[in-house]
């Protein structure tokens, strides 16, 4: 299952450092705060300035040589941690992630956009063949794939989505309730029936064409909510781009 960090692999990789740092800081100033009783805004302003330590110990009786080794640790850690924050960012960069992430935002921002679009639920031949074919009659399409093979096979033309057809999350990242038509075009009858019981579940009013391997499946798909039962045997990818 894709998660939102999976998602946007700099965030992912961002989380520990940024853990980190945080964590750095709060006990720094939890730190100030038990040694030398200041206030919570005195003890954050002594993070960024450490000669506030020396000024406060010029008036003020206590733990001194233990307060600046203290200061002097947490300094070190919240370097450390900016260092790897800064790192783990030029990494990215220079990795390609960056550009993979901008490309991931723009793509799901087209998503969210669409209307009246077509969901095909894999992109195997009988996939390909039938996006293709409803892109040439003006059909938006949008492809859910999970295999990272085929899902690799997609062009940049295509809006495309990886993950499993069958799930509530996949189907609703594809903006299903304001697409128009779902496909479940798997080569597996069973999982395009799985599906069609989701997608009629999250939006009554979508059409639903399963493909099935044969025909003792047909009346099981309809009754899962299917309105038209594909056999590639007996109907072609062009037929069902006539019903739409």
Excluded at 76 to 99: D, K, P, R
Aim: contains cysteine.
């Amino acid at each position: 299952m894709a998660t939102p960090l999976s998602n946007r692999p700099i965030l992912g990789r961002a989380v520990r450092p940024i853990l980190a740092l945080v964590t750095v800081t709060t006990v720094g100033i939890i730190g100030y705060v038990l040694l030398t009783g200041v206030g919570l805004v005195e003890a954050t302003f002594w993070l960024v300035d450490l000669t506030s330590v020396e000024l406060h110990f010029q008036n003020h009786a206590g733990p001194e040589q233990v307060t600046k080794a203290f200061a002097v640790a947490v300094r070190i850690g919240i370097i450390l941690s900016s260092l790897w924050i800064g790192e783990t960012v030029l990494s990215a960069a220079f990795g390609g992630q960056i550009t993979e992430e901008l490309k991931h935002m723009q793509t799901e921002r087209k998503i969210e956009d669409l209307s009246d679009h077509v969901i095909i639920c894999g992109y195997g031949i009988f996939g390909r063949t039938l996006a293709a074919q409803l892109r040439d009659d003006g059909h938006d399409v949008l492809i859910i794939e999970l295999d990272q093979a085929e899902f690799d096979r997609i062009g940049e033309e295509t809006l495309a989505i990886q993950g499993d057809g069958r799930r509530e999350d996949v189907l609703e990242r594809a903006n299903i309730t304001t697409a128009a038509t779902l496909i479940g075009a798997i080569d597996d009858s069973n999982a395009n029936i799985q599906i069609a019981i989701t997608a009629s579940q999250l939006s009554p009013n979508l059409r639903v064409i399963v493909r099935v391997g044969d025909e003792m499946y047909e009346s099981v798909a309809r009754r899962a909510g299917a309105d038209e039962v594909v056999i590639p045997e007996v109907l072609s990818g062009d037929t069902v781009s006539e019903w739409l």
